[in-house]
């Protein structure tokens, strides 16, 4: 496993184990344990450093009553739920915060609602059509959340039965709010993908198709190998479902897809903002950076193109590659024009 | 009663963080490699230390330990590199005002990605500490599991980490690597 996965799943273990450690039901056995797993390396005692003052923060946060409470259709209900005796408030102080917040909450939810009504009466169709280095997040009118790629295109249409998304271009990631009775669908011209409330990416690159699960589970399907005129899902061919971690490239020439199992964290960073390069080549990270990014790095020799690279990087920072290039191996490095840079090895 | 024990023990622990606030918050702006380095001294003195004690206050010792180490280092470096040892010098840093600056800081960046995380675990996140309210209330609310809100919480944790920590791309081992 890779040094940053391994400090990812550390880091993960660590949340949990702050929160185990702060339910007032914590066991002598479970300290112990924890003592363990503290021993066990260096890098738990860094992530529980870390993530320690995480929840620290949060804690202490005196802003919570600003953060829009989740757009529900039963937002009204859990109003009506709060006003009950649930959750009375620890001081007097409090109860003056907690209706303004209530205001702010309904506020919000019409605000909501209003764009709702906006997303359904303006766009019953709305089409998002990336270039390179534009990237968007976009929240649905169901409250799913979309982060779309640079050089994609994507229409979203929903109606009372189904939330349809046509991927025609590119990768976007999904985090589908639930609801049972209406599937989200995400077709491309290979396959489509069916969620009921879940988190993964869709990505049509080099006419394949590439479905990665983060959270939750998909089913995809297949499309016919003959070219269908329209993009409507193939009648009667198996769905294959798709669970978290795993992935699933369609080939163009409609083979068989491969499942494979993979860390979509690493997989799916781009929509954090994140690049990942474990033993990518420079050609390959540099490819990466031009699509979402306007500055242009263009590499001359073939020599340092192949030349592996294993880092991560803000997707929005093409001059610390090369910064990080400039450190690693000896590189000459010029700017023909402001929007271009142009690398190659020092000695030739 | 079970909201009121859950606003008891949350007080409780409002208390036993408000503690160790200020040690974690240095450690917080430590760069990668520093927590790397501190963690490391950390782990060797774990495994000299007691078990019969650790075991009693886990956490308690861990940040002491984390503390001590910071300090112990800062007043070498002091002594050692007058000029180069700026960040010490930043976290030595205990003044009221400087310390509030600090807190607003971390608000802010908190505010900001909490605003990048996916809803449902602001949502879960915002139940927990903006209303006080338990897993299993926030399972009852959200009408799903138990199960599926600590997951949410755990994966929200492992974002933020990622969100508020350091540039992973300055990070030396990460460089090494490429080699």
């Known amino acids: 496993m890779d040094y940053r996965d391994r400090r990812h799943r550390a880091a993960l273990e660590a949340a949990e184990w702050v929160m185990r450690l702060h339910d007032p039901k914590v066991t002598r056995s479970e300290r112990a344990e924890f003592v363990q797993w503290l021993r066990e390396s260096p890098l738990h005692v860094a992530e529980m450093l870390r993530v320690s003052p995480i929840h620290g923060e949060l804690a202490a946060f005196p802003y919570w009553s600003e953060i ?129 409330g879940t988190a993964f990416g869709v990505e049509q690159r080099h006419d394949a198709v590439i479905v990665t699960v983060e959270e939750g589970r998909v089913a995809v399907t297949q499309a016919p190998t003959e070219p269908s005129r329209s993009i409507a899902p193939a009648p009667a061919i198996a769905e294959i479902a798709l669970d978290v971690d795993q992935q699933m490239i369609v080939p163009p020439d409609g083979s068989t897809a491969q499942v494979r199992k993979v860390d979509s964290h690493r997989e799916l960073a781009w929509a954090d903002g994140h690049l990942v390069f474990d033993h990518d080549s420079v050609a390959a990270v540099v490819q990466q950076f031009n699509r979402f990014n306007r500055v242009q790095i263009k590499v001359l020799d073939p020599q340092l193109a192949a030349r592996p690279v294993s880092a991560v990087f803000s997707v929005s920072d093409p001059e610390a590659f090369v910064t990080f290039l400039d450190a690693v191996a000896n590189i000459r490095v010029t700017h023909p024009s402001q929007d271009m840079i142009v690398i190659s090895s020092a000695n030739r | 009663m079970r909201t009121r024990a859950t606003h008891e023990l949350l007080s409780d622990w409002f208390q036993s963080f408000r503690r160790w606030r200020s040690p974690l918050r240095k450690l917080w702006y430590l760069s990668e490699s520093d927590l790397d380095d501190v963690a490391q001294e950390v782990f060797l003195r774990l495994l000299r230390y007691d078990s019969v004690e650790l075991i009693e206050h886990p956490q308690a010792y861990l940040f002491r330990m984390a ?57 879960v996140l915002r139940l927990h500490f903006g209303e006080g309210l338990a897993r299993a209330q926030i399972a009852e609310r959200l009408k799903t599991s138990e199960r599926s809100v600590k997951r949410d919480l755990i994966n929200a944790y492992g974002r933020l980490r990622i969100l508020l920590g350091p540039d992973l791309a300055a990070d030396p081992e990460l460089r090494d690597r490429s080699e």
């Open chain 1, 68 to 196: 829009a409470p989740l757009d529900n259709s039963s937002a009204g209900a859990s109003v009506v739920e709060l006003s009950g005796a649930r959750a009375p408030p620890i001081k007097d102080s409090r109860s003056a915060v907690s209706v303004r917040f209530w205001l702010g909450a309904l506020a919000a939810g019409i605000a909501i609602l209003g764009i709702a009504l906006a997303y359904f009466g303006d766009f019953g169709y709305r089409t998002i059509d990336n270039g390179v280095g534009q990237r968007l997040t976009v929240t649905l009118a169901d409250g799913s959340v979309v982060r779309v790629g640079p050089e994609t295109t994507l229409r979203v249409h929903f109606n009372k039965n189904e939330r349809r998304v046509m991927l025609s271009r590119g990768e976007a990631l999904f985090r589908v709010s639930k609801d049972p009775t209406k599937p989200f669908l995400v077709e491309t011209h290979r396959a489509s993908v069916r969620a009921v």
């Open chain 2, 67 to 123: 503390a001590n180490v910071v300090g112990e280092w800062s007043m070498r470096s002091r002594h050692r590199h007058p000029h180069d040892a700026r960040w010490l010098d930043d976290l030595e840093a205990e003044s009221d005002p400087e310390r509030e600056a600090a807190g607003e800081t971390a608000h802010r960046q908190l505010r900001q990605a909490l605003g990048e995380l996916p809803p449902r675990q602001r949502e």
